[in-house]
C-alpha cells in the first residue's frame, strides 16, 4: 500500500499543525510566510484526505495519515468521467430570463453556454444572473451571451485527468463547477461540454468511499 504523495509544503504544514495543534490557518500562513489564500488547496486537501481534522474557531489538528492510505489509493485511481453529471447548456442567444428559469429548474450553480456549432463559449454562474437582474437590465431582451465568462477565461478539465486535480482546480478558482470538455478533433481550439464536475460530485465520492 503506497503512501499519499504530498508535496514538500503539504508536508510542512503537516510539520507545523503536529508542533502547535491547535493551530488556526493565519498561524500556519504566518509559519510559512504566505497568505491565507495560498493555503486553500492544501488545507482543503489535507483535511479532504483526513490528514488534518479542522475544527470551527479552534483551528487545526493533526489525525495522522495510516487510516487513510487506501482511501488515498481510491481517489488516485478515479477519474473525472467516472463521477461527473450530464452539463446544462443553453445557446449564447438565449435570454438571461430564460437560463434564470432553466438554472432554478435544473438546479445547478451554473450553466454552460454553446455557440451555434454547440462548441462551448462561455459559462454563467447564480451571482452572474444575480448582477444583472439588479443591475437594471431588460432581462427578457438581453441574450445571455452579453454577461458570460467567455473562453478561454474559463476553467475547464478533460474526463481522463484525475479528481484530485478538479478538486484543485474547483478550490483554487472558488467556482460552484467547470465543464467537463472534449476537443474537437478538426479545431483544438474548439470543445464540446461533455459533462460537469462540482463539489458535489466531489462530497458524493468522498462519502461512497467513507461509506466502503
Excluded: W
Aim: aromatic residues 4%; glycine residues 4%.
Amino acid at each position: 500500500m503506497s503512501i499519499i504523495q504530498l508535496n514538500q509544503r503539504q508536508l510542512k504544514i503537516i510539520d507545523i499543525v503536529k508542533a502547535n495543534e491547535p493551530i488556526t490557518s493565519e498561524t500556519i500562513a504566518a509559519h510559512l510566510n504566505v497568505t491565507r489564500a495560498t493555503l486553500r488547496s492544501d488545507l482543503a486537501i489535507l483535511t479532504m484526505t483526513g490528514i488534518l481534522d479542522a475544527r470551527p474557531k479552534v483551528g487545526y489538528f493533526y489525525s495522522g495519515v495510516s487510516e487513510i492510505n487506501l482511501m488515498s489509493n481510491k481517489i488516485k485511481e478515479k477519474k473525472v468521467e467516472e463521477i461527473m453529471s450530464m452539463p446544462i447548456l443553453v445557446k449564447k442567444d438565449m435570454s438571461i430570463y430564460e437560463v434564470i428559469v432553466t438554472m432554478f429548474l435544473s438546479d445547478v450553480g451554473s450553466i454552460f453556454i454553446i455557440d451555434d456549432n454547440d462548441h462551448l463559449c462561455g459559462i454563467v454562474s447564480r451571482k452572474d444572473l444575480l448582477k444583472a437582474t439588479v443591475g437594471g437590465a431588460d432581462i427578457n431582451k438581453m441574450p445571455i451571451g452579453m454577461i458570460m465568462t467567455r473562453m478561454p477565461n474559463v476553467v475547464t478539465i478533460t474526463k481522463d485527468e484525475d479528481i484530485v486535480l478538479a478538486a484543485k482546480k474547483i478550490i483554487e478558482h472558488e467556482v460552484d463547477s467547470i465543464p467537463v470538455i472534449e476537443y474537437d478533433e478538426q479545431d483544438k481550439n474548439q470543445a464540446k461540454a461533455i459533462g460537469r464536475m462540482s463539489k458535489t460530485n466531489i462530497t458524493k465520492l468522498f462519502l461512497e468511499l467513507a461509506g466502503n
